[in-house]
């Protein structure tokens, strides 16, 4: 079967002899001291064994991102308005509608420097048995999984994915928000299917990491090519207090 009760198992300081990772070319660029850690990190996988296949683009990573946004609505409805609905009876708010209406009346305080857009759309989301719900989730579903990641790992005979994790953390300012910038999440968490990161260093003292993903069910796999990685390297550091700061 697919289940284990003890992943240690799988940590091989040599699993990456003989690995064949496909790198997605598609997420670097937003960031060229990321780009330079990446590079780095590839030298680290070819040094322990690892053949890198470059990819330039996995088309349909570009194309769920409508279908992504529609599920993100329908779900932080349903899960903010299951929580809301527990919490003490004292509570000012038990619902998403109550949340905006507060948000509404606290206008000066609660919306001084940015709105509640993707509250009130998510607010219009019907339950999570909408047919358009459960399109939006499968239609994202197999351009994520089946027609991307399995597809590109099974024409290319890869053990898995690489690119970087995301950008290092930024300053949320009220002129811009959040400025994150890059960020290959996505592909595996749509799919449902199996991501880790590893630490592959920093950016002025902020973390950076290497994110592997494969098929679904491929959780010993990642496990051995990351653990090896992560041997050969230990970029690691414990984290500490700052002052603000963003790359």
């Not at 470059?54 to 993100?72: A, H, N, S």
């Not at 004292?90 to 949340?99: A, I, Q, Y």
């Not at 928000?177 to 002025?204: C, E, H, K, Q």
Request: aromatic residues 8%; charged residues 25%; hydrophobic residues 40%.
């Amino acid at each position: 079967g697919h289940r284990h009760s003890d992943f240690t198992q799988f940590l091989d300081e040599d699993g990456l002899r003989s690995a064949r990772i496909g790198v997605c070319r598609q997420f670097f660029g937003s960031h060229p001291a990321v780009d330079e850690l990446m590079e780095r990190a590839m030298a680290v996988l070819k040094s322990q064994g690892a053949s890198l296949v470059e990819l330039d683009k996995v088309p349909t990573f570009g194309q769920f991102g409508r279908d992504e946004y529609e599920i993100m609505l329908y779900e932080f409805k349903d899960g903010l308005d299951r929580y809301l609905a527990a919490v003490a009876p004292e509570m000012p708010v038990h619902s998403l509608e109550e949340l905006i209406r507060f948000n509404e009346r606290h206008a000066g305080r609660e919306l001084a420097h940015f709105g509640q857009e993707h509250l009130q759309l998510a607010a219009r989301k019907g339950p999570l048995t909408d047919t358009t719900y459960l399109e939006a989730r499968a239609r994202a579903a197999k351009l994520a999984g089946e027609l991307g990641i399995d597809a590109v790992i099974g024409e290319h005979r890869l053990d898995a994915l690489m690119a970087p994790t995301s950008g290092p953390a930024h300053v949320t300012d009220y002129v811009h928000g959040d400025r994150g910038l890059g960020g290959s999440s996505s592909p595996a968490a749509v799919a449902g299917y199996p991501s880790i990161t590893i630490p592959a260093g920093d950016v002025r003292g902020l973390p950076v990491g290497l994110s592997l993903f494969g098929r679904a069910w491929s959780e010993p796999t990642l496990i051995r090519l990351a653990y090896s990685f992560e041997q050969a390297t230990e970029h690691r550091r414990a984290p500490g207090f700052h002052p603000s700061i963003g790359a």
